[in-house]
């Protein structure tokens, strides 16, 4: 029954994800009818301006939207199943702030303009640099507050060579390039950038979604989840190194986008069981459908400058916050 459940809400999510991207294709600057679009995708005739507009620019953005949407809504799931924290998401580990220090290097040194790969390939490697160091500094044990502590202090650095960069950057235009890559954005990526973040994100999304059932072990604690076979040495590679390599890839071709992680499994869990496997997949659809809409809203937003996609989901985050601290306040 509950599998069932489950498969139900993922199919309907899915179809809400797919809603969104057929959104994100119909509206913007020039809206695009149904008709239209659908003669353009089908028979391939039509007025070459739309055919730009919708394969060369929304098509892409649209697709990068569902997919860094889906892998940090399913990072955000996985990290607060395994670390059994309710505010954990990518960020908590450090896995965000490493690859954004990585992406700021490639900018920074000039590496970016010497080759596309730049980018992706040191983001994916920070991040997976951020995850040594992370096992280093926690050591063999598997309690969640050791990696807790062990991320902060790794985004407290990455963060600190972030702000190192922008205040040594010699270039203005470097460095607003930089500030302005740091608030997130979908807008002017292509096809290029989708290839580039595939892999890492597919493959980062395939360990998450490896785990459901040693994270539900994991909620009768350590020595119960030992009791039922679970390698938690194991459990824990497979759950950073997806982590590390989904948020990597998505942070290269996207930008600092936070709280994603965050709000979706907050969203997704009231209508599951509320065990951690049962909101794996539905957190990876409705973080799809929150990012697509979320590009979408900046879109149609009548501003002189295309509003951040970064400065939106940030303020997506502060109301879960704010009802973990009204919750916190009543337990005092």
């Known amino acids: 029954m509950r599998r069932r459940w489950t498969r139900h809400l993922s199919a309907g999510l899915a179809a809400l994800a797919v809603l969104c991207a057929f959104l994100s294709l119909s509206f913007g600057t020039a809206d695009i009818p149904p008709t239209l679009l659908w003669r353009h995708a089908l028979d391939g005739s039509g007025d070459p301006v739309i055919r730009a507009i919708l394969f060369e620019l929304r098509l892409p953005r649209a697709l990068l939207g569902l997919l860094v949407g889906a892998i940090l809504g399913l990072s955000g799931a996985a990290l607060q199943g395994y670390l059994r924290n309710p505010l954990a998401e990518p960020g908590v580990l450090g896995a965000s702030n490493a690859a954004a220090l990585g992406a700021v290097t490639?900018?920074?040194?000039?590496f970016a303009s010497l080759s596309a790969f730049a980018v992706p390939v040191l983001a994916v490697a920070a991040a997976l640099l951020a995850l040594g160091l992370l096992f280093l500094l926690s050591g063999r044990g598997e309690s969640p507050l050791t990696l807790i502590l062990a991320g902060i202090a790794i985004a407290t650095a990455a963060s600190a060579g972030i702000s190192l960069a922008l205040n040594l950057s010699s270039n203005p235009f470097a460095a607003l390039e930089i500030m302005t890559w740091l608030l997130g954005?979908?807008?002017?990526?292509?096809?290029?950038?989708?290839?580039?973040?595939?892999?890492?994100?597919?493959?980062?999304?395939?360990?998450?979604?490896?785990n459901g059932r040693a994270l539900d072990g994991l909620t009768l604690g350590e020595d119960g989840a030992k009791a039922l076979g679970v390698d938690l040495k194991r459990l824990r590679l497979r759950i950073l190194t997806g982590t590390a390599l989904g948020?990597?890839?998505?942070?290269?071709?996207?930008?600092?986008?936070?709280?994603?992680?965050?709000?979706?499994?907050?969203?997704?869990?009231?209508l599951t069981d509320k065990s951690?496997?049962?909101?794996?997949?539905?957190s990876a659809f409705a973080g799809a459908c929150l990012l697509t809409l979320a590009d979408l809203?900046?879109?149609?937003?009548?501003?002189?400058?295309?509003?951040?996609?970064?400065?939106?989901t940030a303020f997506l985050g502060v109301p879960v916050f704010l009802v973990y601290l009204l919750r916190a306040r009543r337990v005092w």
Do not use: C, Q
Not at 195 to 206: D, E, H, K, S, T
């Open 106 to 110: 490639a900018l920074y040194f000039g």
């Open 185 to 210: 954005s979908l807008e002017d990526r292509s096809f290029g950038d989708l290839f580039m973040a595939l892999p890492p994100i597919v493959a980062g999304m395939a360990l998450l979604l490896w």
């Open 247 to 270: 948020v990597g890839g998505a942070v290269a071709v996207s930008g600092a986008i936070g709280f994603v992680g965050l709000i979706v499994p907050h969203m997704v869990r009231p």
């Open 276 to 282: 951690p496997s049962a909101a794996l997949l539905p």
């Open 297 to 312: 809203f900046v879109r149609l937003l009548p501003t002189t400058n295309e509003l951040k996609l970064g400065v939106v």
